[in-house]
């Protein structure tokens, strides 16, 4: 589907794929889960579920605009985690750092979306994809400089780094921290967290969210035969208070093989029930976190989910890779979304959190020294 000048944002200039009106559109979509003047969703809300998988999906588009029209650049993990993202966003949470530098793409797609790029001189989606991995531009790993982005990111274990520091100095803000499962394979990010509590037991306000996927990077991943009894026992005996994980295998009704499962290629129904589940879970960590406990988010869903090819083979592009390569345009034809649904999603972008993370996240402002 191609949209005519009148009926597309401005934004959007620069997509090439349109999709129709997604399902369920008239029922859920027509007015933003975020209303004006709030900062996030009603967890219960099944419109804000709805609208999140919407952003999801969103994510996943730019994520294959940006990096195919460079050939180059990592699509698959971030792309596996993208609702768990898309729900704290959505629940009023942008103090986001990540200890996995190839997430960046997804990272800078969010950054489009609630306008912290326009800092920078990026309107446009074309702006987005010229400035992909260019001087001056979006480096291919995460960099605390773009405007929005609290730390940079890569290689493995900074991340919770980031987060442990910015609770210690901000009570009563959630700093979330996305934690690969290849990443989880080095033993400095749950020594780190394990030292942290000891010494702080009480500065519970940062959330680990494991994206288990399975891989790592284009390897099985150290922790990709536990089964989830085992990975909650795990994260239980290094001090963890409250283990909230997410399989998308629960809801699975296309019986896809294997543990890890896309939730992309389920039914409606199916769906959007798993976004009302993420949403809650996300929702109850968060709280749990704010609340003095030491708490974790695990999301597991097949690497690549949503994108031009699943597993190992997602994880980065190659040269063939441009947007002319058909599973480059499948991909973003799968997640396609509709002039309406852009302005919507970007609507409930800028809304959440009380506005651009370039204008609300704690680096953003000078800290007066004690």
């Known amino acids: 589907m191609t949209a005519t000048s009148a009926s597309m944002p401005a934004f959007c200039e620069g997509i090439q794929y349109f999709g129709q009106q997604p399902q369920g559109f008239d029922q859920y979509g027509k007015t933003p889960a975020i209303a004006p003047g709030?900062?996030?969703?009603?967890?219960?809300?099944?419109?804000a579920a709805y609208q999140t998988l919407l952003y999801a999906d969103a994510l996943r588009y730019l994520i294959l605009q940006m990096t195919g029209s460079k050939a180059s650049g990592h699509p698959g993990g971030f792309a596996s985690q993208a609702e768990a993202?898309?729900?704290?966003?959505?629940?009023?949470?942008?103090?986001?750092?990540?200890?996995?530098?190839?997430?960046?793409?997804?990272?800078?797609?969010?950054?489009?979306?609630?306008?912290?790029?326009?800092?920078?001189?990026?309107?446009?989606?074309?702006d987005l994809r010229d400035r992909f991995r260019e001087r001056h531009g979006l480096l291919g790993h995460l960099s605390g400089q773009i405007p929005g982005l609290l730390a940079p990111a890569g290689p493995l274990g900074q991340g919770q780094h980031f987060a442990m520091a910015g609770a210690f100095l901000h009570p009563g803000v959630?700093?979330?921290?996305?934690?690969?499962?290849?990443?989880?394979?080095?033993?400095?990010?749950?020594?780190?967290?394990?030292?942290?509590?000891?010494?702080?037991?009480?500065?519970?306000?940062?959330?680990?969210i494991l994206v288990w996927n399975g891989y790592s990077q284009e390897h099985h991943s150290m922790v990709s035969l536990k089964s989830n009894q085992a990975?909650?026992?795990?994260?239980?005996?290094?001090?963890?208070?409250?283990?909230?994980?997410?399989?998308?295998?629960d809801f699975d009704d296309q019986n896809q093989p294997g543990d890890y499962v896309d939730s992309t290629l389920f039914s409606f129904e199916q769906r959007l029930a798993f976004g009302q589940a993420i949403l809650a879970a996300a929702d109850k960590a968060a709280q749990s976190a704010l609340g003095g406990k030491l708490t974790v988010l695990i999301i597991k869903q097949l690497k690549g989910a949503g994108v031009h090819a699943r597993g190992a083979k997602s994880h980065n592009l190659y040269a063939h890779?441009?947007?002319?390569?058909?599973?480059?345009?499948?991909?973003?034809?799968?997640?396609?979304?509709?002039?309406?649904?852009?302005?919507?999603?970007?609507?409930?972008?800028?809304?959440?959190?009380?506005?651009?993370?370039?204008?609300?996240?704690?680096?953003?402002?000078?800290?007066?020294?004690?």
């Open 174 to 208: 959630l700093f979330p921290c996305t934690i690969g499962d290849g990443g989880l394979g080095e033993p400095y990010i749950m020594s780190a967290i394990a030292h942290f509590n000891t010494a702080y037991p009480t500065v519970t306000n940062f959330l680990p």
């Open 85 to 126: 993202y898309a729900a704290l966003v959505m629940l009023g949470h942008k103090n986001f750092v990540t200890e996995v530098g190839h997430h960046a793409p997804g990272f800078y797609s969010a950054m489009f979306l609630d306008k912290s790029l326009e800092d920078m001189g990026i309107q446009t989606v074309q």
């Open 231 to 249: 990975m909650t026992d795990y994260w239980a005996a290094h001090g963890f208070a409250e283990v909230v994980l997410i399989d998308a295998k």
């Open 321 to 370: 890779h441009t947007l002319d390569n058909p599973d480059i345009i499948a991909g973003m034809q799968s997640c396609a979304l509709s002039p309406e649904a852009w302005d919507l999603v970007r609507t409930n972008c800028e809304r959440a959190g009380g506005g651009p993370a370039s204008k609300t996240v704690v680096t953003e402002f000078v800290r007066p020294l004690p």
């Open 38 to 47: 709030s900062k996030a969703v009603d967890s219960t809300d099944p419109a």
